[in-house]
């Protein structure tokens, strides 16, 4: 299994970005889909957006679609998330998880496999004025 390092989280204002990044280790990018997944204080971790290997399927939760893009290098075997126009409501710890097997919508929608997903540690992302 591969290992996953998130980095680039923060405090921001409303209406401000950021960009995630998911280093990738142990491993390559390759064949492995990726996921950025969060979870808020006292709700269930959920999907925000994946992306595959081969045809580079994408997948967005309604409510990020428009403000956030994710993105994979993978010569840098980093995958990331860059979000804009950012709400108090996007607050939570942001985990990227990989899998070389699981389609996009598998790995953002399905809750019951995530814990067949290699994970990061997280990085919090805090939008508030």
């Known amino acids: 299994q591969v290992q996953l390092v998130e980095s680039g989280g923060g405090l921001v204002q409303p209406g401000r970005s950021l960009r995630l990044s998911c280093a990738v280790s142990?491993?390559?990018?390759?064949?492995?889909?990726i996921g950025w997944f969060r979870q808020a204080p006292g709700t269930e971790r959920e999907g925000v957006s994946c992306?595959?290997?081969?045809?580079?399927?994408?997948y967005y939760a309604e409510s990020v679609k428009g403000r956030f893009t994710i993105s994979r290098d993978n010569a840098k075997n980093t995958v990331y998330l860059q979000m804009h126009s950012l709400k108090p409501e996007d607050t939570a710890v942001y985990y990227c998880?990989?899998?070389?097997?699981?389609?996009?919508?598998?790995?953002?929608?399905?809750?019951?496999?995530?814990?067949?997903?290699?994970w990061g540690q997280g990085t919090q992302v805090t939008v508030s004025s």
């Open positions: 992306i595959s290997s081969g045809d580079g399927s994408i």
């Open positions: 142990g491993g390559t990018l390759d064949p492995n889909t």
């Open positions: 998880a990989a899998h070389s097997a699981a389609t996009v919508r598998t790995m953002c929608v399905l809750k019951t496999v995530h814990s067949l997903f290699s």
